[in-house]
């Protein structure tokens, strides 16, 4: 069987990314341009796995956790 990585966002990181997504979304359709969606990316170390959203071209900003977990 083959194996998935699961990817969930914390409650926080969630949160976090609703809030600047909306912001964002809504900022592009007041000035009738049509929404661009939103780029994350997930840092998996050891330690912690960080997750962060872009901002602006090439400015990422951390927005909290994930859980990644090894599925069968």
Request: net charge negative; aromatic share 4%.
């Amino acid at each position: 069987m083959s194996q998935r990585l699961q990817i969930t966002l914390s409650e926080e990181a969630t949160a976090r990314y609703l809030e600047l997504a909306s912001a964002k979304t809504e900022a592009e359709v007041d000035a009738d341009v049509e929404p661009s969606g939103a780029s994350i990316q997930v840092d998996i170390w050891h330690l912690m796995n960080e997750v962060m959203m872009e901002q602006g071209s090439g400015n990422w900003v951390s927005i909290g956790e994930a859980d990644v977990e090894v599925l069968e």
